[in-house]
């Protein structure tokens, strides 16, 4: 059965999901809506099939989910004149905004039993490569339950959490994560071409590296452990370079960023 989805919100979360959906062919009917007409011009010129709107209330009628994809720091203006609307629809409110929690948005949507699932992407899901934790409230049936994976599988891979709490560490650790990740490339492609290689050549042996590194751990049963010490020869230069790492104290720096970067997460969501 054909469900409408409505995405408030038009920015780059909201076209990697619609870019997903119709690449799934997904049998959705798709609405966004924002008050910047050039964003929604950009969409029309995309996607065709895509209805735009500028005014929320007119977009979500009749709407079977309801992505809210804006920013944080404006999540509660957007919410509050949507309370009419939502008492006379029970729409899945699907949100992608950092920090808020389902309580507040709750408050912000008038008080009422919703069913709202809380989830935090990445962006790699700006190349359907994402990764999204995800928390349902009680009110989410088990079709809404569905519902909401398969939009969020449609840009990658998804994860249930059994507490809405769990989603400050999946911020730590896969939302921010792609940053980390880009610093280590960053720090190796500066130390290659201190070694004497060009910038494009270790551009390119930097990226190919970690691409295959993060294949062949997601094709392989073993853990990172296992696959690190199946390429460390005794004596190698292998074991040389992850010696000085370890000795360095990367291990503990990294627990020490992800946990500073759960409570800043913390923080936001008790602000």
Known sequence: MNKIITFIGAGNMSRALISGLIQDKADLTIRVSDPDES??????????????????????????????????????????????????????????????????????????????????????????????????????????HDLAESILRAVGSTLWLSSEDKLDAVTAVSGSGPAYYFLVMEAMQDAAQKLGLTADESRLLVLQTAFGAAKLALESNDDAGALRQRVTSKGGTTEAALKTLIEGGLPKLFEDALRAAENRSIELKNS
Do not use: H, Y
């Not at 919410?79 to 709750?106: H, M, R, Y």
């Open 39 to 144: 964003q929604l011009k950009e969409i029309q010129q995309c996607w065709g099939s895509v209805s735009t709107f500028s005014n929320n209330s007119k977009a979500i009628a009749d709407s079977d989910i309801i992505v809210l994809a804006v920013k944080p720091q404006i999540m509660k203006l957007v919410c509050e004149p949507l309370q009419t609307d939502l008492k006379n629809q029970k729409s899945l409110l699907i949100s992608i905004a950092a920090g808020v929690s389902i309580a507040n948005l709750k408050r912000w949507l008038g008080g009422q039993a919703l069913p709202i699932v809380r989830c935090m992407p990445n962006t790699p899901a700006l190349v359907q490569s994402g990764m999204t934790g995800l928390f349902a409230n009680s009110e989410v049936t088990e079709e809404q």
